[in-house]
């Protein structure tokens, strides 16, 4: 339990996606908590205020954009978005709400981390699937495309399911489960933040973008952030970073704690040498093939949009290759988007993302400056068993839109191997891949720093007092799921280890 002594007890930075999860959680219990968002807070939900583009969960919004930027496997130029706003990435993305195999889990217990198995984290998981208002389509909810993708992956040999979110679920295509209430992206913000904004416990000081981690004999005792323009100083007994994969390593290598070398060499004070630090950078690497979308699809949608709404994506299958360390490796998760350029006036896109990538990237200050966003290197495919992983994907796919319930609504090829030989189509897969939009993992979480760990299994940063982390950058090794509700379980459970007697 923390001491009473400065304005706030906490400062949570990032309100995003695990950052309201703690606040809410340490402010349910009492706790003073101030929240220090870089991005703007519109307010609780049923105020009105919030952009529509952030609330449309029909499709993925392209504002409030961080704006990173870096290369994939053949040096093409990729998007790295992170939201800027209160509720964080959960506010912008697609709300599909995977929990994945407890395998996984169950490993990242037994690497020195008790309390983080798939039986200790189910009723975390159950606790922030009501509080998120998860809930499955019902089948006449499932829009034409999205139906001919499930009934093609089924003639293509991939069994319907109806546990794509059960723990213990194997392959098998069904529709995802998503925390979207009439329409509208239910993110964190609002299943967490606005029951408690009205306790006078919680400040939340938002377009407040932190700077650094106040340090002195080894304790943080609040931060620097700047507010309108102007620096300012807050404290507290405790910090906790949810910045998010890229935010938090950037703001501890700007607070001294990180690679001692690299440090110096930007001229930052060193307080904690933590060579991992930004490393252990990895995503889940996706090929898409992209087609336009028929005239046939433009009359269904027309017909389905009178009686139901009508999401891009709803549908998805989980697929094993050859490589599959566990009961599958790969997501197929097709949607479809308005595009003005084509005839009937829709994309067709069919993804596969691997979920078991090998390959390990890092991201590296470019100045001590914080307008200056750091560099990020995923290595994607860096490992040939990634590419591997992923031809296999593509074929899989490859297979399901050449079944005719999918067929009748892809015409012509927009993106699309030119050659589908074993060497060429390695080589379309390292040009022309992307990603699933689910970086993690550069503030790696484990029991000795010696063994490249930041945190320890509290979220508690090695050799510094009163500093927490809880966001996507702790996972030794992303899960196979769609990361986002395992992130607010994830500050569901920091804020429980926080709030236990004696906790530090
Ligand atoms: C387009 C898109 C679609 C996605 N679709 C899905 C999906 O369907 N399902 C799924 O499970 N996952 C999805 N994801 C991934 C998932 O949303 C993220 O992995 C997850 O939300 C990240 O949570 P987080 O708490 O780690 O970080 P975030 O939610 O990014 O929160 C970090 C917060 O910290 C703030 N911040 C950062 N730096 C500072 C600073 N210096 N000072 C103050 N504040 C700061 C940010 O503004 C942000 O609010 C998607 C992601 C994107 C971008």
């Known amino acids: 339990m923390i001491e009473r002594r400065g304005a706030s007890d906490v400062i949570v930075v990032g309100g995003g996606t695990a950052g309201a999860v703690v606040a809410a959680r340490l402010v349910e219990a009492g706790l003073r908590v101030a929240v220090v968002e870089a991005g703007p807070d519109y307010g609780s939900y049923r105020l009105g205020g919030w952009p529509a583009e952030l609330l449309d969960a029909c499709a993925l919004p392209e504002t409030h954009d961080w704006g990173y930027r870096g290369?994939?496997?053949?040096?093409?130029?990729?998007?790295?978005?992170?939201?800027?706003?209160?509720?964080?990435?959960?506010?912008h993305n697609g709300c599909a709400q995977l929990p994945g195999w407890r395998g996984d889990y169950d490993a990242w217990a037994a690497s020195g981390c008790p309390g983080w198995s798939g039986e200790e984290l189910r009723p975390l998981f159950a606790r922030s699937i009501e509080r998120l208002r998860v809930r499955h389509f019902?089948?006449?909810?499932?829009?034409?495309?999205?139906?001919?993708f499930l009934e093609a992956a089924v003639a293509a040999g991939i069994p319907f399911t109806d546990d794509v979110d059960d723990l213990d679920g194997g392959v098998g295509c069904g529709s995802e489960p998503v925390n979207v209430v009439d329409g509208v992206r239910w993110n964190t913000a609002f299943a967490y933040l606005d029951p408690v904004r009205d306790r006078r416990e919680l400040t939340i000081v938002a377009e407040a973008a932190v700077e650094r981690v106040l340090i002195a004999n080894g304790r943080a005792y609040g931060v620097r952030a700047r507010v309108a323009g102007q620096p300012r100083e807050l404290r507290a007994d405790l910090v906790v970073l949810c910045a998010g994969v890229y935010g938090t390593p950037e703001i501890l290598l700007r607070s001294g704690i990180g690679p001692a070398a690299d440090l110096r060499e930007h001229g930052i004070e060193v307080h904690a040498d933590l060579p991992a630090v930004g490393a252990n950078l990895h995503d889940h690497p996706a090929s898409q093939f992209e087609f336009a979308g028929t005239e046939r699809l433009r009359e269904e949608f027309e017909l389905f949009a009178r009686t139901y709404w009508l999401p891009e994506e709803q549908a998805l299958a989980k697929i094993a290759s050859p490589m599959a360390d566990?009961?599958?490796?790969?997501?197929?998760?097709?949607?479809?988007?308005?595009?003005?350029?084509?005839?009937a006036g829709w994309r067709c896109v069919v993804p596969v993302a691997l979920l078991t990538p090998k390959s390990r990237g890092r991201l590296r200050l470019r100045s001590?400056?914080?307008?200056?966003?750091?560099e990020v290197d995923h290595a994607y495919l860096a490992e040939a068993a990634d590419a591997a992983a992923l031809g296999y994907g593509v074929r899989w796919a490859l297979q399901v839109i050449r079944q005719p319930q999918i067929a009748a609504?892809?015409?012509?090829?927009?993106?699309?191997?030119?050659?589908l030989h074993d060497g060429a189509l390695d080589r379309w897969i390292r040009s022309a891949h992307t990603h699933y939009w689910?970086?993690?993992?550069?503030?790696?979480?484990?029991?000795?720093?010696a063994k490249s760990a930041v945190v320890d299994p509290r979220g508690r940063v090695h050799g510094v007092r009163g500093l927490r982390v809880a966001d996507a950058s702790v996972f030794q090794k992303l899960p196979r799921a769609?990361?986002?509700?395992?992130?607010?379980?994830?500050?569901?459970?920091?804020a429980d280890l926080i709030l236990e007697p004696r906790s530090g």
């Open 138 to 148: 019902s089948p006449e909810e499932i829009q034409p495309f999205q139906r001919g």
């Open 326 to 343: 566990g009961p599958f490796d790969l997501h197929v998760y097709p949607w479809v988007e308005p595009d003005e350029a084509q005839p």
């Open 409 to 419: 609504y892809l015409g012509s090829p927009l993106w699309f191997p030119p050659d």
């Open 438 to 449: 689910h970086p993690a993992g550069t503030c790696r979480m484990g029991p000795d720093p």
């Open 482 to 494: 769609t990361p986002a509700l395992l992130i607010a379980v994830l500050g569901e459970r920091i």
């Open 71 to 91: 290369q994939g496997a053949g040096g093409q130029q990729l998007a790295f978005e992170r939201a800027q706003v209160i509720g964080g990435c959960s506010a």
């Open 368 to 374: 001590a400056d914080p307008a200056v966003r750091a």
